[in-house]
T-cell receptor, first 116, second 110 residues
Framework: EAGVAQSPRYKIIEKRQSVAFWCNPI?????LYWYQQILGQGPKLLIQ????????DSQLPKDRFSAERLKGVDSTLKIQPAKLEDSAVYLC??????????????FGEGSRLTVL | GQQLNQSPQSMFIQEGEDVSMNCTSS?????WLWYKQDPGEGPVLLIA?????ELTSNGRLTAQFGITRKDSFLNISASIPSDVGIYFC??????????FGPGTSLSVIP
């Protein structure tokens, strides 16, 4: 079974530029998450989708971050314009069922962003 | 908001020693989880706990869900070099929202 795919693995941009990350979850997984992991910290939830609807985006800086999950499958996370403090690894994860309360999230390898 | 605290922040142990790490929260969670992250990888689930007071084992790993539903511990017995990594506790709320702690970094000295 293929895992969660993310691209690009690495991205270096200058501040005020824009960047987009793509995620393809495990086939059949209803819930998709984007986490931001700053070096030395735990993953911080940015946004959670249930199929193609947003369940939680309370910690998403909406003035510069946006995310969508068209057709309830792939998802993109965009940052525009980027700031220095956005340097982090952006992790995408998916889980099988809504309200399953299993806690088992399957993570991709992440996209490492460096903002200069 | 909901926040998790982990202790210790880092550990250096000899191969073969046992390890214990803790996680506490200001909020109640429905499910407690322990994940491990290797460098350059995403976190991987080690153990999930679903009931207050539950004690669960997975090989050399043992974890417990605190009775108050606000804490959990993870024990690793007879550590080996491949146990090196960062261990995160996480709590799951309603609607599958999963919050992660700051992590405990484990180093194993051969």
């Amino acid at each position: 079974e293929a895992g969660v795919a993310q691209s690009p693995r690495y991205k270096i941009i200058e501040k005020r530029q824009s960047v987009a990350f793509w995620c393809n979850p495990i086939s059949g997984h209803a819930t998709l998450y984007w986490y931001q992991q700053i070096l030395g910290q735990g993953p911080k939830l940015l946004i959670q989708f249930q199929n193609n609807g947003v369940v939680d985006d309370s910690q998403l800086p909406k003035d510069r971050f946006s995310a969508e999950r068209l057709k309830g499958v792939d998802s993109t996370l965009k940052i525009q314009p980027a700031k220095l403090e956005d340097s982090a690894v952006y992790l995408c994860a998916s889980s099988l069922a809504a309200q399953a309360n299993t806690g088992e999230l399957f993570f991709g390898e992440g996209s490492r962003l460096t903002v200069l | 908001g909901q926040q998790l605290n982990q202790s210790p922040q880092s550990m250096f142990i000899q191969e073969g020693e046992d390890v214990s790490m803790n996680c506490t929260s200001s909020s109640i969670f429905n499910t407690w989880l322990w994940y491990k992250q290797d460098p350059g990888e995403g976190p991987v689930l080690l153990i999930a706990l679903y009931k207050a007071g539950e004690l669960t084992s997975n090989g050399r790993l043992t974890a417990q869900f605190g009775i108050t539903r606000k804490d959990s511990f993870l024990n690793i017995s007879a550590s080996i070099p491949s146990d090196v990594g960062i261990y995160f506790c996480a709590g799951e709320t309603s609607y599958d929202k999963v919050i992660f702690g700051p992590g405990t970094s484990l180093s194993v000295i051969p």
